[in-house]
């Protein structure tokens, strides 16, 4: 039994090592040398090439690297009756809720103005009240949604989260469906998209969704770049709808150098690392599917592909 590796930004030398002290009768082999196909049952993969996985007849599971399935999904060609599951990992969804935390404490703290009055060497208070009169409002409350909701309650913020059917997380008011999309956009002076990349929300970020937002609110995006529409964020900062945006995400990555975000004066650009699989952590995910698929067992966190994620 062999597990085949691909991916051109998960280091292979970490992952084998990972695996092979987790799983040491478990063959792990590198894309390159595949050896026969027919040994291979597991595909441990972040954006292979397309048609690729069809050449492994047993293949039992699809390991995707990423909590996000949508480029794999992309795949017309993927085997059919293979299931593909999600990366689901504590670290993973921490250093993602550590990422909106900073940056929803940033906006929250009018951090950007004060950086900008420093280098105006301007001395004058900017007065931000405490956080549980900050209205922040998550798009998504998945596992990396749920988990920002969790540490922005336990520091004091109002939260409210949007998903696709109703969420019952401690201190989180719960918005679902196209009908509670208004509310909830209305109450959210600092949004932040962590939803999954689907048809149903490509695109969600745009000028419909900025008006429904409260004059002057703020965007974080830590989601995908499909979820953006780029022109209509740069005129929602223009005419201040939105005050600011920290993005993690792009529709063209990497950002090209003549991009207008990476010298917006109300714009934070990092380099889609939010939140990044760390072996480490994440290969009990890895084991504990690989463990299910051996015991006849239901996998968890299947993709459902006609929900796209
Ligand atoms: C990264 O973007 C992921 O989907 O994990």
């Given at each position: 039994?062999?597990l085949?590796?691909?991916?051109?930004?998960?280091?292979?030398?970490?992952?084998?090592?990972?695996l092979?002290?987790?799983l040491?009768d478990l063959e792990?082999?590198?894309?390159?040398?595949?050896?026969?196909?027919?040994?291979?049952?597991?595909?441990?993969?972040?954006?292979?090439?397309?048609?690729?996985?069809?050449?492994?007849?047993?293949?039992?599971?699809?390991?995707?690297?990423?909590?996000?399935?949508?480029?794999?999904?992309?795949?017309?060609?993927?085997?059919?009756?293979?299931?593909?599951?999600?990366?689901?990992?504590?670290?993973?969804?921490?250093?993602?809720?550590?990422?909106?935390?900073?940056?929803?404490?940033?906006?929250?703290?009018?951090?950007?103005?004060?950086?900008?009055?420093?280098?105006?060497?301007?001395?004058?208070?900017?007065?931000?009240?405490?956080?549980?009169?900050?209205?922040?409002?998550?798009?998504?409350?998945?596992?990396?949604?749920?988990?920002?909701?969790?540490?922005?309650?336990?520091?004091?913020?109002?939260?409210?989260?949007?998903?696709?059917?109703?969420?019952?997380?401690?201190?989180?008011?719960?918005?679902?469906?196209?009908?509670?999309?208004?509310?909830?956009?209305?109450?959210?002076?600092?949004?932040?998209?962590?939803?999954?990349?689907?048809?149903?929300?490509?695109?969600?970020?745009?000028?419909?969704?900025?008006?429904?937002?409260?004059?002057?609110?703020?965007?974080?995006?830590?989601?995908?770049?499909?979820?953006?529409?780029?022109?209509?964020?740069?005129?929602?900062?223009?005419?201040?709808?939105?005050?600011?945006?920290?993005?993690?995400?792009?529709?063209?990555?990497?950002?090209?150098?003549?991009?207008?975000?990476?010298?917006?004066?109300?714009?934070?650009?990092?380099?889609?690392?939010?939140?990044?699989?760390?072996?480490?952590?994440?290969?009990?995910?890895?084991?504990?599917?690989?463990?299910?698929?051996?015991?006849?067992?239901?996998?968890?966190?299947?993709?459902?592909?006609?929900?796209?994620?």
């Amino acid at each position: 039994m062999a597990l085949i590796f691909y991916s051109e930004s998960d280091r292979y030398d970490a992952w084998r090592d990972a695996l092979h002290a987790a799983l040491p009768d478990l063959e792990f082999r590198p894309w390159e040398e595949p050896g026969d196909p027919a040994d291979i049952e597991f595909a441990l993969v972040w954006l292979p090439p397309q048609g690729a996985l069809r050449q492994f007849p047993n293949l039992k599971a699809i390991l995707n690297l990423g909590a996000g399935v949508d480029a794999l999904l992309k795949d017309p060609t993927l085997p059919e009756g293979v299931p593909v599951v999600r990366m689901v990992d504590d670290d993973l969804a921490t250093c993602m809720a550590e990422y909106v935390l900073l940056h929803v404490l940033r906006y929250h703290r009018e951090q950007p103005a004060l950086d900008a009055q420093q280098r105006a060497h301007d001395w004058r208070m900017i007065a931000s009240p405490a956080a549980m009169h900050r209205r922040v409002g998550i798009l998504g409350l998945g596992a990396m949604g749920g988990e920002a909701a969790r540490l922005l309650v336990g520091a004091g913020f109002d939260v409210a989260g949007w998903s696709r059917r109703p969420k019952d997380l401690p201190g989180v008011q719960s918005f679902h469906g196209e009908d509670g999309r208004a509310a909830f956009l209305a109450r959210s002076e600092i949004l932040v998209c962590l939803l999954p990349l689907t048809p149903e929300t490509e695109g969600i970020l745009d000028r419909d969704l900025f008006q429904a937002l409260p004059a002057g609110a703020y965007l974080i995006n830590a989601g995908r770049g499909g979820h953006q529409v780029e022109s209509d964020i740069l005129a929602a900062l223009a005419v201040g709808q939105l005050a600011g945006a920290t993005l993690d995400v792009f529709r063209e990555e990497p950002l090209p150098a003549a991009s207008p975000f990476w010298d917006h004066p109300k714009v934070t650009v990092t380099p889609h690392n939010a939140s990044i699989t760390n072996p480490q952590s994440a290969v009990r995910h890895v084991c504990e599917s690989i463990r299910r698929v051996r015991a006849g067992e239901p996998l968890r966190n299947v993709v459902d592909p006609d929900l796209g994620y």
